[in-house]
């Protein structure tokens, strides 16, 4: 448990006035995160408590869906970018080495993931087959801004997948879309959650999709037909012709900003066909043709739109399997810290998790704990004190309910 009386992360009276978006405030506020520079930031121990819960959501999805968790090198050599020709892009980080070598620190995967796969997929049996890492990835951002929305480094999970032909690569694809989706609903962000056309850039030559969630502070703008629902980033909208809908070619368009937290992309044998990739089929002939997809979600970035989604007026009331910790126990009298302990233990051998408010003196009072934890978004605060224990117990206030007071 965090016990604050011994926690030197303290958060902050006001929130620090930052160009960016209030959460980011918020975050910075609760000293969750701080800056190192633009693009970059530290996660503290509250802050990747909050990391971490998302990330293990989305970790569990993956391996639910039953894809294959790994973990490849940030540092990747230029020969690597060489093969698929894309060592020269300026957006991603290029770092001198001993004699004429130079290395990337990898803004994302295709070329680690296909040079491995390129070993291990021999036969038709070891196809389809999806692998994904969740680890830090650069990008050389011109303008990094929005706090953690886009950072020039930050926390990815991509996942890559590997398919004998178009058709199966298809049907993958389409179940993708449910686990991301699954994944977002589990975060809370499920009715605000739009999955949008787009273009798929520097990653992919084809069109790819886009999870987008509806934010008024978004950096995309979604234009969602009001006929079939369909929704596609404007990249897509011909300035000229205007929108018409991809999906029922109706002209009847609504549009909203929004945020992304997801791509999934069509890969095809952009990468496959450069390193080579080939198996025997069931007649024992080699087919040297492999379709791939690249998946990935913006771990860092998804906890900077839900920082901005769940933001209240004091605090983010992130959603309880997110949240730094289950309950907050504010205990007032010294002569109080003996049960509330015992009550913190108890809840922490049901599984619980405990942020223990056992600051005493003039400046703890409970105006400050009560502030810190709906700062810190927990979802069930607890107050001990001689009051409480006079009325026989402790009071509880579960978030959106009224106190009560349990007996001990
Ligand atoms: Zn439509």
């Known amino acids: 448990m965090i016990k604050l009386s011994n926690f030197p992360f303290s958060t902050l009276k006001t929130a620090p006035k ?12 609760g000293s969750y995160i701080r800056q190192v520079m633009a693009g970059a930031y530290e996660f503290l121990p509250i802050g990747y408590r909050v990391l971490k819960n998302i990330e293990n959501i989305v970790r569990e999805e993956m391996d639910r869906a039953g894809y294959h968790e790994m973990l490849m090198t940030i540092l990747t050599p230029r020969e690597l970018w ?7 892009i300026p957006e991603y980080f290029k770092v001198p080495a001993w004699g004429n070598s130079e290395y990337r620190i990898s803004p994302t995967n295709e070329e680690n993931v296909t040079n491995i796969m390129n070993e291990f997929i021999q036969s038709y049996k070891d196809l389809p087959t999806c692998v994904y890492h969740i680890q830090k990835k650069f990008r050389n951002e011109k303008r990094a801004k929005s706090g953690l929305l886009r950072g020039r480094e930050f926390l990815m999970k991509d996942a890559y997948s590997f398919h004998r032909d178009i058709e199966d690569f298809d049907r993958f694809y389409e179940s993708v879309k449910d686990v991301y989706l699954r994944i977002f609903d589990r975060l809370g962000l499920g009715a605000d959650t739009y999955i949008a056309d787009a273009d798929g850039g520097a990653i992919s030559d084809k069109n790819s999709h886009e999870f987008q969630v509806k934010l008024e502070i978004g950096e995309d703008t979604i234009y969602k037909c009001k006929k079939c629902g369909a929704c596609q980033n404007d990249e897509l909208v011909d300035e000229e012709k205007g929108f018409e809908c991809i999906e029922c070619t109706s002209k009847d368009f609504e549009t909203f900003a929004a945020s992304e937290v997801g791509n999934i992309f069509h890969l095809g044998t952009k990468y496959t066909k450069p390193f080579g990739i080939s198996y025997l089929d069931e007649n024992n002939k080699m087919v040297n043709h492999v379709e791939m997809g690249c998946y990935g979600i913006g771990v860092s970035r998804l906890m900077g739109v ?3 989604y769940f933001m209240r007026d004091k605090g983010i ?3 309880e399997n997110v949240a730094p910790a289950d309950y907050y126990i504010i205990v007032l009298g010294e002569e109080n810290l003996e049960k509330a302990e015992e ?9 619980k998790s405990v942020i223990l408010d056992d600051r005493m003196g003039k400046k703890f009072g409970f105006g400050q704990k009560a502030g810190d934890c709906e700062l810190w978004g927990i979802p069930n605060r607890i107050v001990i004190s001689k009051k409480t224990l006079e009325q026989g117990g402790y009071e509880i206030l579960r978030r959106g309910e009224k106190e009560l007071i349990v007996k001990i």
Do not use: C, H
């Open 82 to 88: 060489e093969v698929a020709d894309r060592w020269e």
């Open 317 to 319: 009331a992130w959603p």
């Open 18 to 29: 930052v160009s960016e978006n209030r959460s980011t405030s918020l975050l910075l506020q």
């Open 343 to 351: 009550l913190a233990l108890d809840l922490e051998k049901t599984g």
């Open 306 to 308: 839900m920082a901005e």
